[in-house]
């Protein structure tokens, strides 16, 4: 019975980081915590529009995991609902068009936040300022 249990646990954690709603920071300078609160430790800061994926919320208080899987709180009035990936492969191509037969408009490399534009198959849609470009679904986080 116990291992079923640590097995349901486990899954349940599992489908909670598979499925969380994402967001992404609204402003420069955010606090992530060690807990939800201003009492509790300041882990790190974020910048304007770094994607999260929500785990858990209390209050109003969001239990955030990013990219190189670390968790924090944020202050969920703090978060937006703004669509955004981040480059997580060291050098990317960005395509003009939802595949390896199209050019490539621009490069990128790893931290690199774009906005979702849209997708198409394995391919999103992505823009960085004035720019919109391709890139494959395996090369962000966020999405």
Same mark, same amino acid.
């Given at each position: ?15 909670? !980081? ?9 402003? #420069?300078? $955010? =606090? &992530? /915590?060690? +807990? *939800? @609160?201003?009492? %509790? ?37 703090? !978060? ?9 492969? #060291?050098? $990317? =191509? &960005? /395509?003009? +068009? *939802? @595949?390896?037969? %199209? ?41």
């Amino acid at each position: 019975m116990k291992k079923v249990l640590q097995f349901m646990l486990g899954f349940v954690l599992w489908a909670s !980081l598979c499925w969380g709603e994402m967001a992404s920071i609204a402003k #420069d300078g $955010v =606090n &992530i /915590r060690s +807990g *939800p @609160g201003t009492n %509790y430790q300041v882990l790190w800061e974020v910048y304007k529009d770094y994607p999260v994926k929500i785990l858990e919320k209390k209050g109003k208080w969001a239990k955030t995991v990013d990219y190189e899987n670390d968790v924090g709180w944020i202050y969920r009035p703090l !978060l937006s609902k703004t669509h955004t990936v981040i480059v997580t492969a #060291d050098k $990317v =191509n &960005i /395509r003009t +068009g *939802p @595949g390896i037969q %199209y050019g490539i408009a621009f490069k990128a490399e790893q931290g690199v936040i774009f906005h979702l534009v849209g997708w198409k198959g394995k391919w999103l849609k992505i823009r960085y300022l004035d720019d919109y470009g391709w890139i494959r679904k395996d090369l962000v986080w966020g999405e």
